[in-house]
């Protein structure tokens, strides 16, 4: 019994794989907002073109 305290103990203190889950968590972020971003341009560009003619 005492074995598993000191392994769920181990376990809760090591934060290896919590880095790796921010980085994954950050990353969806950006690429969410330069979708967004380049969904908008895109419109507001093609609409400037239009414009011109």
Do not use: P
């Not at 972020?29 to 979708?35: K, L, R, T, Y």
């Amino acid at each position: 019994m005492i074995t598993i305290r000191k392994l769920f103990g181990r376990l809760l203190g090591d934060e290896r794989g919590l880095t790796a889950v921010e980085y994954a968590v950050l990353g969806a972020i950006v690429v969410a907002a330069i979708g967004g971003v380049g969904s908008t341009f895109g419109t507001s560009l093609r609409d400037a073109f239009n414009n011109l003619i």
